[in-house]
């Protein structure tokens, strides 16, 4: 059986598992309830409600998104080890790093379909907006209220939750649920200021600081690089190569954590 | 010559324990096994022995500090070596959201057979450990005996030349523990190979043809059961009716016989030393007028051998540690 095939079996196991799971039902069903509550936030603000509409369901996706990949990412491994269901998983022809891979990849395809559903709602929120707003209102719009535009955030808000779980996965294959959550949401936040640290030697004295920071700098994830939120609403340019360049290092990112995740897990003893 | 089933060369694991000061814990030391294709073997010790350790060595959930483990002639831990062996965990858990049907054709699937197999294989394991219509439901729902039945059953998913079974009966009343004996000797009939851990020693007594037995990370005894009790016989035991009872006096005062227990009016069970043939006795008490029933080695049980081994293997540790 080829390998392909092995981490696509793993990979099905754990999407089953993630929809029977009814933290993930109740996380996508806030999502949708929010975007369905942002309509009415919108009828508050004057001119700007299908603005907010827009950007309030984009921060959903990517804010839920993350909870998913965080809150699932990080027991995915533990949970096996601790449950011992590993052993006999792992007497059965799989490697190690078929293992990892598969967990990833579910996880990945739990994440693509919970975000086409938060998406599809959306979407729905959005066109129901435009059939209620009288024409000349509309006509003052940038853009259509269901502009297809706005999926290219999605898609990076995609690549960056792949990212966050790769992260998730990393921790998870050596540290406990808890301190792997800290650790991964830890690095999102500080990825989010990573533009910062480039420059950091602006800001202070020490030239041991400056370079530490530096070197931080090309360590650290740069998820800022990922929101595009902002262009896609207001209706700016957002160039394909751009889109193809942040995608292609969320890519390396992700292939070099899931290459750490599998040296640190094919070494693990399991007592 | 046949390859063996399992082979360890000085197989051995140390744990480092303890967090600021480490030091090093002796779960295994120089394990050195063969196990014949087509036995059943009982690997035999008290808890904390290093018999789990060993079983996760063999199946490469830990790494050896040093030594070497085979399957079947090739290394452990290898793809090829997986797809011919059979696993059941010491007390199993699987996944809570999956029914025991769904456990098994999702192992199956791993194996790389097809949706028909799958059903075919998992629907009929299921039928031979016992598992009825509550095959539907999630294994949540599932009490410690009934997920030891689905854990066997998924060790043998892919009809294992080669079975390992960490303590198979553990969970299990009389009635599972039967129906897993018989197993087990269904599969030995098919030629398979069964290493199962132990410290249940009438379960080693039925159905295994060699044993091993650990104690504090040491092979302390191998071999075939047979010989390891028959080298153990230490007297006869002969059983008589119409037995006069003057013979019995005097052969009781001249130590032909050690012991003379009543089984009812003229009826004794008597206990002879190894030394003196009972031949000599039986002709006395016949010539007397006495009528044989049985005449039988007195062995040492398994479990009376088990005693003496770890007993040893403890005070030899506990010199070894007292000199070091």
């Not at chain 2, 012991?259 to 006395?284: H, I, N, S």
Request: aromatic share 10%.
């Amino acid at each position: 059986m080829s390998s392909i095939r092995t981490i696509g079996t793993v990979a099905v196991n754990v999407f089953r598992e993630s929809v029977r799971d009814k933290v993930l039902y109740n996380l996508v069903a806030f999502a949708v309830l929010l975007m369905a509550a942002s309509y009415l936030i919108g009828q508050l603000t004057a001119g700007q409600d299908i603005k907010i509409i827009k950007d309030l369901g984009l921060a959903a996706i990517a804010t839920f998104g993350l909870m998913i990949a965080v809150f699932i990412g990080i027991g995915l491994v533990w949970k096996e080890v601790e449950r011992r269901s590993i052993y006999s998983l792992l007497s059965k022809p799989l490697s190690r790093a078929e293992f990892i891979l598969g967990k990833y990849c579910g996880l990945g395809l739990t994440l693509a379909v919970n975000v086409a559903v938060m998406v599809v709602a959306w979407y729905v929120v959005l066109a129901y907006m435009a059939t209620t707003v009288p024409p000349d209102v509309r006509a003052g719009w940038t853009t259509p209220a269901t502009d297809l535009g706005m999926l290219r955030a999605v898609g990076l808000i995609l690549v960056e939750l792949m990212l966050v779980t790769a992260i998730a996965l990393f921790f998870s294959t050596f540290s406990s649920p808890f301190l792997s959550a800290g650790f991964t949401l830890g690095l999102w936040v500080v990825g989010h200021f990573n533009a910062d640290l480039k420059n950091f030697e602006s800001v202070v004295d020490s030239r041991a600081a400056a370079w530490f920071a530096h070197g931080l700098y090309y360590v650290l994830p740069n998820f800022s690089a990922f929101d595009i939120k902002q262009q896609v609403v207001y209706a700016q340019a957002v160039p394909a190569g751009y889109l193809a360049t942040t995608a292609l290092y969320g890519g390396v990112y992700i292939a070099l954590l899931l290459t750490a995740s599998v040296a640190v897990f094919s070494r693990r003893d399991f007592k | 010559m046949s390859m063996d089933a399992i082979r360890t060369e000085a197989l051995t694991k140390h744990y480092s324990v303890g967090f600021w000061r480490p030091r090093p814990y002796l779960a295994l030391e120089g394990l050195t096994l063969a196990v014949g294709q087509g036995e059943v073997f009982g690997f035999l010790g008290p808890n904390g022995a290093g018999k789990t350790t060993t079983l996760k060595l063999l199946m490469q959930l830990i790494y050896p500090t040093s030594g070497t483990a085979q399957i079947l002639g090739a290394p452990v831990g290898s793809t090829d070596v997986k797809r011919r062996i059979g696993y059941l965990p010491e007390n199993p858990y699987f996944y809570d959201h999956l029914t025991a049907e769904e456990l098994l054709e999702y192992f199956a699937s791993l194996f790389g057979y097809g949706a028909a197999e799958r059903r075919q294989r998992a629907s009929r394991l299921l039928d031979e450990v016992g598992i009825g219509p509550e095959r539907r439901l999630q294994l949540r729902k599932f009490s410690k005996g009934m997920l030891q039945r689905v854990g066997i059953a998924q060790a043998l998913i892919n009809d294992p030349e080669v079975v390992f079974f960490d303590e198979p009966m553990s969970g299990l009343d009389p009635l599972g523990r039967r129906e897993i004996r018989q197993l087990i000797l269904r599969l030995r009939d098919r030629g398979c190979t069964v290493f199962f851990s132990s410290h249940v020693l009438s379960d080693a007594e039925a159905l295994c043809s060699r044993v091993a037995i650990v104690a504090r990370g040491r092979l302390v005894a191998s071999g075939p059961l047979s010989e390891i009790l028959a080298f153990q016989v230490h007297g006869w035991e002969l059983v008589m009716s119409h037995v006069p009872v003057t013979v019995l006096e005097c052969a009781l005062k001249d130590g032909r016989v050690l012991k003379a227990l009543p089984l009812g009016p003229d009826r004794y069970a008597l206990d002879l030393p190894l030394g003196t043939p009972p031949e000599r006795l039986l002709a006395d008490l016949t010539s007397a007028g006495a009528e044989l029933v049985s005449l039988n080695p007195l062995r040492e049980t398994l479990e009376d051998y088990f005693v003496r081994q770890v007993a040893g293997a403890k005070s030899a540790r506990g010199l070894e540690e007292g000199l070091e």
